[in-house]
């Protein structure tokens, strides 16, 4: 069974098992008509019947001063025989023993009758209403009963059968072929039915389902161009309580997501690849300026006065400080980016911290003749941090905000709490960060903007990395130059 389920679709099994929904619900309907027409048969003839016991007992005297009345009760069994055969009368005694019958031999299953349901019928009647049956050990029937007097004592009862056993034999016959034709009509019209209505109640209630399935195969066989066309379909009303509507939704907000990550996964690896080929040639650059004073002091050594030695000297130099600035930053940019480097925290002073990073920046800031401003509020806490992570993303900041403000400038650090927060802006009074850079800023640089590889780029990715790892981020703020701001959770 599992086997064969497992080889249908969902469509053949709905099909099924409304199919033996059908059946059993006429199957159903067929028991429940057959009940109560039985019950409302058998009620309608005892009603009707309810007298007959009485009727019986004043048209025959059963009784006489020795008991019964033989003749009389032969006279009334062969009457109704003639008459009735339906009916099955018994002569009971006060106890309910049947003392008189006109059953065939052997017939009599049980010689005593309950006196219970008899005392009901006489004093509170409800139909249908049953009683032993005689010719049946656990049976019951409608019946119709009188009590027998004789100068004015109760004697026995007339216990009369109404639907005895020829009527049963009979009706079980004809029930059969009426029940084999309705039957046979009930599964007919559930087959029309189920034909009729596969056709309407499928095509709407599985049409959802259908388009589903056609979404997930375009998802299944359609590469990006199927995501990209599933996610622009138009979602069903968020406030349908339809499981398929939701399950819709669902698959397409799926390739909605899948199809931002593809092309976020593809703007990375454009941005690798391009990022890859701006390091090359900004290595390259020095790399050749370097190799260039150095082949000149080879070839023109002898003809190159102290003076020009150490000028090209010197310039060599500082090409080959700048590849290996430039090389440093990429190795610190990867073991942040993959994860290599995890902060070690421990609390400290910031203000202290912000003051000694101060110190280091003080030469160079009086060599191009700059103010360093630092404005701190009191009362401060500590904070949680990496102390060499912190102390780099501060140098990295003012060293970068000194490079790019004119002399006679100011850059300027203020700490302040807000909202259970250590705040930190640096700020200057530089040109400002260009328009063009302001979306890209804290990016790898691309094709479009590779001048920041020498002009802060790669140190504004490494402070954006290390403040990542504190759970903290910077961001650009508005202003005449150029500003970043930060936090820490005290």
Excluded at 89 to 107: E, M, S
Excluded at 116 to 135: A, K, V
Excluded at 224 to 251: F, K, N, T
Excluded at 298 to 326: D, F, I, N, P, W
Aim: with cysteine; hydrophobic share 45%; proline share 4%.
């Amino acid at each position: 069974m599992s086997f064969l389920t497992r080889r249908m679709t969902l469509i053949g099994r709905l099909t099924c098992v409304f199919t033996l929904l059908l059946v059993l619900f006429a199957a159903g309907l067929l028991g429940l008509q057959r009940y109560s027409n039985e019950r409302y048969t058998r009620a309608m003839v005892q009603e009707l019947s309810a007298g007959l016991a009485a009727h019986i007992a004043d048209s025959y005297p059963l009784l006489s001063s020795q008991g019964l009345n033989q003749n009389s009760v032969r006279s009334l069994f062969d009457h109704l025989m003639a008459v009735n055969p339906s009916v099955e009368v018994y002569l009971l005694d006060k106890t309910g023993r049947i003392i008189g019958d006109a059953a065939p031999q052997g017939r009599i299953q049980r010689r005593q009758v309950d006196i219970e349901p008899i005392t009901e019928f006489l004093t509170r009647p409800h139909y249908p209403l049953y009683g032993d049956d005689p010719r049946s050990p656990g049976g019951h029937k409608v019946f119709s009963v009188a009590p027998l007097r004789y100068q004015g004592q109760l004697q026995g009862y007339l216990y009369v059968i109404l639907l005895g056993e020829d009527y049963a034999r009979l009706r079980s016959g004809a029930e059969q072929g009426s029940l084999l034709t309705l039957a046979s009509g009930a599964t007919l019209l559930a087959v029309v039915l189920l034909g009729a209505l596969a056709v309407l109640a499928f095509s709407w209630v599985t049409r959802p389902l259908r388009r589903l399935s056609a979404r997930v195969r375009t998802l299944e066989n359609g590469g990006l161009a199927g995501m990209q066309s599933v996610a622009a379909q138009r979602p069903p009303d968020a406030g349908s309580a339809d499981e398929i509507q939701q399950l819709q939704r669902g698959v397409i907000a799926m390739a909605e997501q899948i199809a931002a990550q593809w092309e976020s996964l593809a703007r990375q690896e454009q941005q690798r690849r391009e990022f890859i080929a701006n390091v090359s040639h900004d290595l390259r650059t020095p790399l050749t300026a370097l190799h260039g004073y150095l082949e000149t002091l080879l070839v023109m050594s002898g003809s190159l006065s102290e003076r020009e030695k150490r000028h090209y000297l010197e310039t060599a130099l500082a090409q080959s400080r700048k590849v290996g600035g430039l090389a440093q930053s990429l190795f610190e940019l990867a073991r942040l980016e993959y994860g290599v480097v995890k902060p070690l925290k421990e609390r400290f002073s910031l203000p202290e911290l912000v003051q000694d990073v101060f110190q280091k920046m003080e030469l160079m800031a009086r060599a191009r003749e700059q103010q360093l401003v630092l404005d701190i509020a009191p009362d401060l806490p500590m904070i949680e941090a990496d102390l060499g992570m912190i102390e780099r993303v501060l140098t990295n900041l003012i060293d970068n905000a000194l490079r790019h403000t004119p002399e006679q400038g100011a850059v300027s650090v203020r700490l302040w709490q807000d909202a259970g927060r250590v705040m930190v802006r640096v700020s200057d009074t530089g040109p400002g960060v260009p328009e063009a850079l302001k979306a890209t800023l804290f990016l790898r640089p691309s094709l479009l903007n590779h001048q920041r590889l020498t002009s802060g780029g790669l140190g504004l990715m490494i402070v954006r990395q290390m403040l990542q790892l504190h759970d903290s981020d910077i961001r650009l703020r508005e202003g005449p130059g150029a500003s970043f701001e930060f936090g820490f959770q005290v």
